[in-house]
């Protein structure tokens, strides 16, 4: 095995596509397939946004005046229309869109016609509520259809959605609402995640007061946790009920927002990535098709949540655009036990199976066992996403799988779309994304935009501009700029990755101070800030540090103020705050009482030596260190 990783490592190791699985109608040479796509990727792009439907096709491909960019000017367009109607009219109406199974082990199915008459109702719930063209609704639900159909209908009329990841507590969630001027608040009595019940109706009731554009919040009876109703919150059931069904979509303009998605940066305040309509329906629709291989007859299944760019870009709109038949899963990997997955795989005859890697570590370390129950044969394309998987962990899950292509796709929230990733004619190789999608000029280049060359660490970079790239930071273009503008004339990632003789791509991490946990984004700064909010905190500093299984973990350095004295207690008391202020999924790991950190002489906290002295490696240039 030790070999065998080390010549994977190499990149030396190579699965040649295997064309019994392989049936791509569009793609069967990915090299003269990109040559000419990157030759004119406006041509590129408008063939594949001719598949869908316009209300009036645009004038101009591309406006592209560095670094905004416009797609399909004056194009007139509905991003739901597309999802939905454009299929139903199609005959696609009985078609299962979704199969919903919940922790617990109960089913539920909607088909397009029903998806569709779901959405129109919900759309005249929300213009009846006041919300119209360019209003911003939040929403913090679990994974159940309500979600999806609130985005959907948001989308039908033109309102932007900006959804909150359930995992967020309420902190982060008041920061996300304020910052995007939400009217309206769509939640749930609660979701249910490893047995137990997330009650985020509460957790809103404790912010809502503090929102002051918010002037509904509807609520999901769901998790039938007892929920009361105060001044302002509206039934899902009973609006409803009363709903007419007959709502026509609002004619958008291509360029015309479609929600907003906080993610986490370098700075202690999230960013609001900016999508639009029809950029972005292009770019998820043609990947979805492309690298997954979308046929009528798969069953899809994308694991992650509706609250990531995953889930809005692979579980609602890039499937929906395609016609396919979903399932989502509201639960835990590993609840009631570590075969869960595999049984609804084999339930329900998952064809493409799209996971992130520390799910794959999770259930690799419960042993061979679990996948070996199960019956796993409709499996034919297999896909992770989130953070570099290992070479380990990607021929794990590609054996117990029944050796299955398996497609690492890297791409961000800012990207909309995978950038880097096989399709299923390109030969693989484990722990490699592989290369660019067609239409997109990646490279691997030193801080002056030079390439580095093969083998030799790099910033990730995009030279041209995609449809679905983010248009903005919502209210803080300075933001943008900076994707544009650090490295000239290219977009830059903050990712570090090295290429191979091959041309293959191998990402090695994030060369900033966002931390992936277990997939998730989280900022350093935004921990930080968080913690200093405590009482007992004079300042802290927070590093990722390497973990088996979720990647990595979070790691704090804390100096507490003038006669706190450390404890255990104490410890547990931050992991709290923590835990309140932004969400389960930032709870520390490991907890530091410190007197000192290593800051730079403006005052900046030098994140970076810290993790260097924490993992044992070099500290490298310190230069700007003070005394
Ligand atoms: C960051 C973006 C895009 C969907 C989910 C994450 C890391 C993502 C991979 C991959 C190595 C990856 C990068 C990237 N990442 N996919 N296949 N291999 N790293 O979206 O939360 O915006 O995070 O996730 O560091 O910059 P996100």
Redesign the pocket.
Known sequence: MTELLERLSSGDEVYKPDNATMSVATVKDYESVYRESVKDPQKFWSDRAKELDWFKPWDKVLDWNYPWAKWFVNGKFNICHNALDRHVKNGLGGKIAFYWVGEQGDKKQITYSQLLTEVRKFSNVLKKLGVGKGDKVTVYMPRIFQQIITLLACARIGAVHSVVYSGFSSGALKERIVAAGSKVIVTADGGFYKGKITELKKIADEIKGECPTVEHVVVVRHANSFTEFTRGDLDWDELMREAKDDCECEVMDSEDPLFILY?SGTTGKPKGVLHVQGGYAVGVYTTVKWVFDMKQEDVFWCT?DAG???GHSYIVYGPLLNGATSVIYEGAPTTPDPGRFWSIIEDLKVTIFYTAPTAIRLLMKSGDKWPAKYNLSSLRLLG??????NPEAWLWYRKVTGEKPIM????????GMTM?TPMPCVPLKPGS?TKPFPGIIADIVDEKGNAVPINKGGYLVIRNPWPSMMRTVYNDPDRYLKYWNTIPNVYM???VAHSDKDGYFW?M??SDD?I?VS???LGSAEIESALVSHPSVAESAVIGKPDAVRGEVIKVFVILREGQTPSEELKEALKKHVRTEIGPIAIPSEIEFVTWLPKTRSGKIMRRVLKAKELGLPVGDTSTLED
């Open positions: 993610t992650a990531w760019i995953t992770t996403v989130g953070e570099p998987i690492d796709t890297w791409w961000q929230t800012e990207t880097i994304a990632a903050g990712d990402i991490g994030r966002v992936k997939g998730y984004r």
